[in-house]
């Protein structure tokens, strides 16, 4: 199974992206595992909230293969604790061809991506910048392939 983690814009942080770098090779050494940037939309001051989601939800549906299990990182989905992630995962790794998580833009998702989507996930409770996201997502994602691999990384 190939996962990859679909982001609208670049994570300008430079501490977040070598967090997010060193994880994403990590995570490589467990599954293949891509990172693909959508960028950031241009004269986005005369845009609607609304009109910014639909713009950016096409760019986000041409990425998409008809047979990917999609996953929006959102603050409405399903929380998982650490360990019911890497279940979560494990049996992913047995029913999808390509996985791919998804971080919308500022506003969130369009209604197109919300349908074509297949669940939701949600990190926490608690708010994070889209670009924080990013590195508590591949952090979280490594984990889940340690716990997978029972190796030690992750402690009860």
Not at 41 to 52: D, F, G, S, V, Y
Not at 90 to 97: D, G, L, S, Y
Request: aromatic share 8%.
């Amino acid at each position: 199974m190939k996962t990859l983690l679909l982001q609208v814009g670049k994570t300008v942080n430079k501490h977040f992206v070598a967090g997010i770098n060193d994880y994403a090779e990590r995570i490589s050494h467990y599954m293949p595992f891509e990172i693909i940037t959508i960028p950031e939309l241009r004269n986005t001051k005369n845009l609607t909230e609304e009109q910014q989601k639909t713009a950016e939800g096409e760019l986000i549906m041409k990425q998409l293969q008809p047979t990917d299990h999609v996953v929006l990182l959102d603050e409405h989905g399903h929380e998982y604790r650490s360990v019911e992630l890497a279940r979560w995962l494990e049996q992913k790794q047995q029913t999808a061809r390509r996985l791919v998580f998804v971080i919308g833009g500022p506003y969130g998702f369009s209604p197109a991506v919300y349908q074509r989507a297949n669940e939701q996930l949600s990190l926490s409770h608690l708010t994070f910048s889209h670009q924080m996201v990013r590195l508590i997502f591949t952090e979280q994602l490594y984990r889940a392939c340690t716990i997978i691999k029972g190796e030690p990384y992750h402690h009860e």
